[in-house]
């Protein structure tokens, strides 16, 4: 981990964005019928690399790949042969992706955690709301206020999450609101945002009523997740709202431009592929205008001063590494604190999508220990 300021990353490609874990689970899917051992990326979206027309690309990227494939652990080689060896998300379609991401586990409310639904009042409508809680918590209670991943299309729905965020609660000792968003192609932009921004404020403002504490608010998520949480910070900054006391953004994406050389040299063979950020995007995104909008590019807000502390893990080799840092580095030059994980040779999301390789649980106590610190339990 690392809290000092670092260099800015230069600028990179264009257009595209996040899926979270929807990019992985499509290989993993795919694959749990068959070997990936020795897989090779696919060729799909290949001519996405080609965004200058004339302007050769000098670097032979799967060559790269294939070197880099070399120096990883086993265990490591598999999960990359795996999610290389999937189809994209494109392929799988949005019906299978949604349908697909249940698993009967995942809807196991942890021990000592209790659940409900609630309503939300929304700018179209209620929002539909999940509430986890510790059992016989001291009230009010710390919230993180989980504005998911899932690229902005998938991970809706209000079943299947109980497991993770029912965790969240034991380890960070605190409640955890999910909104169940409108998400697109149905829905596009703004409308997950203007969603969990209505939780957001709904929180501020009647939080005591549900046994939670206004004043310790977290925000985030993965990939569209962490875009969508700390975009409403800055609405709520705007608005002199109560502004959250931290935001949570793993591999968060933070400018739909994707303008970035990452989007070259991990474009496939790393989980999430370019072709599946352009496809989620395009299903996002209403005109290729809203992608200069910082509520899609937070990364392009006038000003990121008063935003919260920001808790960052981004993987070393995925495509949102340089949005992530650029946006890593312009809030460290607003005096924003940030601490920064960046997991060496780690893909999109691996982290939380892979929790059982070795780098997972080394990294895992740290990041518990700093969101306990900023929305658990008062000492």
Same mark, same amino acid.
């Given at each position: 981990?690392?809290?000092?300021?670092?260099?800015?990353?230069?600028?990179?490609?264009?257009?595209?964005?996040?899926?979270?874990?929807?990019?992985?689970?499509?290989?993993?899917?795919?694959?749990?019928?068959?070997?990936?051992?020795?897989?090779?990326?696919?060729?799909?979206?290949?001519?996405?690399?080609? *965004?200058?027309?004339?302007?050769?690309?000098?670097?032979?990227?799967?060559?790269?790949?294939?070197?880099?494939?070399?120096?990883?652990?086993?265990?490591?080689?598999?999960?990359?042969?795996?999610?290389?060896?999937?189809?994209?998300?494109?392929?799988?379609?949005?019906?299978?992706?949604?349908?697909?991401?249940?698993?009967?586990?995942?809807?196991?409310?942890?021990?000592?955690?209790?659940?409900?639904?609630?309503?939300?009042?929304?700018?179209?409508?209620?929002?539909?709301?999940?509430?986890?809680?510790?059992?016989?918590?001291?009230?009010?209670?710390?919230?993180?206020?989980?504005?998911?991943?899932?690229?902005?299309?998938?991970?809706?729905?209000?079943?299947?999450?109980?497991?993770?965020?029912?965790?969240?609660?034991?380890?960070?000792?605190?409640?955890?609101?999910?909104?169940?968003?409108?998400?697109?192609?149905?829905?596009?932009?703004?409308?997950?945002?203007?969603?969990?921004?209505?939780?957001?404020?709904?929180?501020?403002?009647?939080?005591?009523?549900?046994?939670?504490?206004?004043?310790?608010?977290?925000?985030?998520?993965?990939?569209?997740?962490?875009?969508?949480?700390?975009?409403?910070?800055?609405?709520?900054?705007?608005?002199?709202?109560?502004?959250?006391?931290?935001?949570?953004?793993?591999?968060?994406?933070?400018?739909?431009?994707?303008?970035?050389?990452?989007?070259?040299?991990?474009?496939?063979?790393?989980?999430?592929?370019?072709?599946?950020?352009?496809?989620?995007?395009?299903?996002?995104?209403?005109?290729?205008?809203?992608?200069?909008?910082?509520?899609?590019?937070?990364?392009?807000?006038?000003?990121?001063?008063?935003?919260?502390?920001?808790?960052?893990?981004?993987?070393?080799?995925?495509?949102?590494?340089?949005?992530?840092?650029?946006?890593? *580095?312009?809030?460290?030059?607003?005096?924003?604190?940030?601490?920064?994980?960046?997991?060496?040779?780690?893909?999109?999301?691996?982290?939380?999508?892979?929790?059982?390789?070795?780098?997972?649980?080394?990294?895992?106590?740290?990041?518990?220990?700093?969101?306990?610190?900023?929305?658990?339990?008062?000492?």
């Amino acid at each position: 981990m690392t809290e000092s300021n670092t260099p800015g990353i230069g600028r990179r490609r264009f257009f595209g964005v996040s899926a979270g874990a929807a990019g992985l689970l499509a290989g993993t899917a795919a694959c749990d019928s068959g070997d990936a051992a020795g897989a090779a990326p696919s060729a799909e979206g290949s001519d996405h690399l080609l *965004n200058l027309p004339g302007i050769p690309v000098a670097t032979d990227y799967e060559a790269l790949r294939r070197q880099r494939m070399t120096q990883v652990d086993p265990e490591m080689k598999a999960v990359y042969d795996r999610v290389a060896a999937g189809p994209s998300i494109r392929q799988t379609g949005i019906a299978a992706m949604r349908t697909g991401a249940g698993r009967p586990e995942a809807s196991v409310v942890p021990k000592g955690v209790t659940a409900r639904n609630i309503e939300i009042p929304g700018p179209a409508g209620p929002v539909p709301t999940r509430i986890w809680m510790s059992e016989g918590a001291a009230e009010p209670v710390g919230v993180y206020l989980s504005t998911h991943g899932g690229g902005w299309n998938f991970s809706n729905g209000m079943a299947g999450h109980d497991a993770e965020e029912g965790q969240h609660v034991l380890d960070w000792g605190c409640a955890v609101v999910r909104p169940d968003f409108r998400v697109a192609p149905e829905h596009k932009f703004p409308a997950a945002v203007e969603d969990c921004y209505a939780a957001l404020q709904y929180l501020g403002r009647n939080g005591h009523e549900l046994g939670l504490d206004p004043a310790r608010i977290g925000v985030g998520g993965g990939c569209a997740g962490g875009s969508i949480g700390t975009v409403i910070s800055l609405m709520a900054r705007d608005a002199g709202e109560t502004v959250p006391a931290v935001q949570f953004l793993w591999s968060p994406a933070t400018d739909m431009r994707n303008n970035y050389l990452s989007h070259l040299e991990f474009a496939d063979g790393y989980g999430l592929r370019l072709d599946d950020a352009d496809f989620v995007s395009q299903n996002y995104l209403r005109s290729r205008e809203d992608a200069y909008d910082w509520r899609a590019s937070p990364v392009l807000a006038p000003s990121l001063k008063g935003a919260p502390p920001a808790l960052g893990w981004l993987g070393e080799w995925e495509i949102l590494h340089g949005e992530a840092m650029a946006y890593v *580095n312009r809030l460290r030059d607003a005096g924003v604190p940030v601490h920064l994980f960046e997991g060496p040779q780690q893909g999109h999301g691996f982290r939380y999508l892979y929790p059982d390789t070795q780098y997972s649980p080394e990294t895992r106590p740290q990041i518990d220990k700093i969101m306990r610190d900023y929305l658990g339990p008062k000492s």
